[in-house]
């Protein structure tokens, strides 16, 4: 359904450990039970063919998966293991690493085939630490092969984070606008995490936007997709070959511009100037290359371009990027409606000109942003430059807020939040849903302002907060928020506050 390309393909390797004192067949059939279990869930897995019971296997096992050009791994412990040469494997395979372990199956197994995994599993973390080895360990890391197998599944999908961090370059046209230095984005921070940053000025791309030409077979090949992705909702036929043409030259750039990288996203100066220039918005384009996998973030918000991307490749759906916009007026609200947890304290609209994706709304259509048609267009004329948004509903269904950021100080902070676009018109204009999350009231004043979180939050549609959660704390974020329930303070919350007894009082009725 979606045309997901900007994303990299996880190849696992499972890799068993052998303490010498321990008999290599009881992990070489734990294992084989194991990558049995992995394949019933679709997973697809390489097994290393010799287990690790000494550091020369160690060496033999990477060059072996560096032929197999495999690009995560998971370790094994089938018995006790060697914590020394598996750490050292953790230490030097170039991707992510897992550790797991296999939990006894029967009392039969007790006297001659038992694997004391859960002793060896603390040795081996301890000595993760002493390499400084980050190692993906699930909450329950100890378990039979099925148990073992789901939490592979999940660790597939963060590694597919952890290696679009490491293969990704943002590309960004234009500074940032004057009055929206709260996207503030100190690069040093982005470098750490092994991504690469290529900014660039707004007339580079009006330049590569010039040189092509609208009857190019590949603006023509796009601006058929248009059409056919609009149907009916098209009322501006005669704007989709410069729309299309502008899609071509953002491909184009970053196919032309990635060098030791293997993806790309985009943070862009959308306004006011740009439409002056190129004579419409950009927002529907910037909706199509989310759909592909290769965000184009407003207002050259470097982070949320990030933030979009890791939404992305945590469900391998499009994502988005809203502003935390404005609250729902009560007689907006129906009175049947199910608010998921949350109450109206807790909802707001997420909101931007028209950058959502078309298969995430409801409804959809091409129109133009009304602010910028009174601010640089004669309010009662025709919009003509302010043309080229999609706007409509919000498609109702659980989504995830998230962001990561690098914050006033130049330090890495980042958010989670799972919750609910309800199914309510907004009656508002732009890409626009009401947003339902438990306890968001609270995390808005003690969260994102008090830790000074700009006003753009990426937008993933589906649950996906434990995947963000554990793949950003692997690539070494520690610093991450999230709602806390209404009898939980946050740092610095005032205990004696009315506000939040009231708060309290109403979730204890």
């Known amino acids: 359904m979606h045309r997901i390309t900007n994303l990299p393909d996880v190849r696992i390797a499972l890799v068993g450990v052998s303490r010498d004192c321990f008999p290599t067949e009881l992990t070489r059939s734990r294992l084989g039970q ?55 494997f953790a230490k030097e395979f170039d991707g992510p690493v897992m550790a797991c372990a296999a939990a006894e199956e029967t009392r039969d197994s007790l006297l001659n085939n038992r694997g004391d995994a859960l002793c060896g599993l603390l040795n081996a973390s301890y000595n993760f630490g002493l390499r400084n080895s980050r190692v993906y360990i699930p909450s329950m890391p100890v378990g039979q092969a099925n148990h073992l197998a789901e939490c592979i599944a999940n660790y597939e999908a963060v590694s597919r984070i952890v290696l679009g961090i490491s293969g990704l370059k943002i590309i960004s046209f234009g500074p940032r606008p004057h009055d929206f230095y709260a996207c503030n984005a100190p690069i040093g921070p982005l470098y750490d995490l092994g991504i690469e940053v290529m900014e660039n000025s707004e007339l580079d791309l009006l330049q590569m936007y010039q040189r092509l030409d609208c009857e190019d077979p590949e603006v023509k090949r796009i601006e058929l997709e248009m059409k056919n992705e609009l149907g ?20 184009c750039f970053a196919e032309e511009n990635l060098g030791s990288r293997d993806f790309a996203v985009f943070a862009n100066k959308c306004w006011p100037a740009f439409q002056k220039a190129f004579g419409f918005m950009p927002c529907y384009v910037n909706s199509r290359l989310a759909t592909q996998g290769m965000p184009v973030a407003c207002e050259v918000d470097i982070y949320g371009a990030l933030s979009e991307y890791l939404c992305c490749l945590a469900t391998k759906l499009p994502s988005t990027l809203l502003d935390i916009n404005n ?6 609200i129906p009175a049947n409606i199910n608010l998921k947890g949350a109450g109206q304290e807790d909802l707001f609209m997420g909101y931007h000109c028209g950058n959502t994706p078309s298969c995430c ?22 919009p003509d430059i302010t043309r080229g948004t999609l706007e409509g509903q919000l498609s109702p269904g659980p989504i995830t807020l998230f962001r990561v950021q690098g914050d006033t100080q130049g330090n890495l902070a980042a958010y989670v939040a799972q919750g609910d676009i309800l199914d309510i018109d907004p009656c508002s204009y732009g890409s626009i849903g009401v947003v339902s999350v438990a306890d968001f009231g ?27 959660f554990d793949a950003i704390r692997l690539i070494g974020i520690d610093n991450i928020m999230t709602p806390l329930p209404v009898r939980t303070r946050y740092p610095g919350e005032n205990p004696f506050d009315q506000n ?7 979730h204890q009725e």
């Open 361 to 382: 709304m409801k409804n959809f259509k091409l129109t133009y942003q009304q602010c910028l048609h009174g601010l640089i267009e004669d309010p009662h004329s025709e």
């Open 500 to 506: 939040c007894s009231n708060i309290t009082k109403k």
């Open 232 to 251: 009916g909702a098209n009322p501006y036929p005669e704007l989709l070959p410069k729309l299309a043409k502008f899609e071509y030259s953002l491909l």
């Open 442 to 468: 609270r995390f808005y004043r003690h969260v994102l302002i008090a830790r000074h979180f700009p006003h753009h939050t990426a937008v993933g549609f589906k649950h996906c907060g434990d995947t963000l």
């Open 34 to 88: 194991l990558a049995k279990e992995c394949r019933k869930k679709g997973l697809t897995v390489v097994v290393a063919k010799n287990i690790i019971e000494n550091e020369s296997d160690t060496v033999s096992v990477l060059g072996e998966l560096r032929d197999r050009s495999v690009n995560a791994a998971v370790v094994y412990l089938g018995n006790f293991g060697p914590e020394g040469p598996l750490s050292v």
């Open 327 to 332: 609250t729902v007026p009560s007689d907006l």
